[in-house]
């Protein structure tokens, strides 16, 4: 699992790459926290790298996503490949956190 | 004059793969290689392949941390058959009793506050197996789940 992460506008953009199970999330939740909870800014997470999640990589992306909202910012996902959308509507993800299909429409979606 | 395609012989497979694994996190990637080694041969489609990740990861992820290794559940067994329409996980460990067929299915949050992160691998677990039975035997857990192939 990478992480590749960037600021633009005042919103950071992260993009993920590879395995969200167990031993993907231990690799780069420290570098992931850091760059999304710790500046507090409205953050766009790119998933299109991502074929596969599971809950520890679900567990990460909630956590992120209520820190940033105690700063008063939001988080949303885009690019997300079918599987990976059907773990996440599964759990009811998408109803709490928003998913778009591009980069675009996920920093106008923070920008509203 | 017309050739008929000869029909090869079918593929030999084992039907079963058993595993010993220790009771720690880094046993996880070490199954899910050793087992997408064993059904290779099988070019199951892409979501079989998911499906059977996904329960892998979460059953023994939850076995894992809640079986605790420094309690005596210092082993996780596990078994993957091969059935004509799908592929069944059969794990066992000697860790406190729990029926994971009998956890209540989380209710979905309305907003984010209200997610909560445990509970969220049984859901997942539930949407991907086709079947899951569980029983007691002795001091062990044994839960078996399929995956339609």
Known sequence: ?112 | MHALPVPTAALQLPQRLELRLENRRASCEQARLAIERFLAPLELNAATVFGIELVLEEVLMNIIWHAKAEAGAAEIGLGVEVHDDAIALCFEDSGVAFDPTLAAEPVAPATLAEARPGGLGIALVRKFARSRAYERAGDRNRLRVTIAR
């Open chain 1, 1 to 112: 699992m990478d992480i590749e992460v960037s600021q633009r506008d005042n919103t950071t953009f992260v993009r993920l790459s590879g395995r969200l199970d167990s031993p993907g999330v231990d690799r780069i939740e420290t570098r992931f926290t850091a760059a999304v909870a710790g500046p507090g800014r409205p953050t766009a997470v790119d998933l299109a790298g991502v074929s596969f999640l599971a809950s520890m990589g679900i567990r990460m992306l909630i956590s992120n996503a209520r820190a940033l909202g105690q700063k008063g910012a939001k988080m949303a996902l885009f690019g997300v490949p079918e599987p990976i959308m059907t773990v996440l509507e599964h759990v009811a993800i998408d109803q709490i956190i928003p998913v778009l299909a591009t980069e675009q429409e996920a920093a106008e979606a923070l920008r509203a």
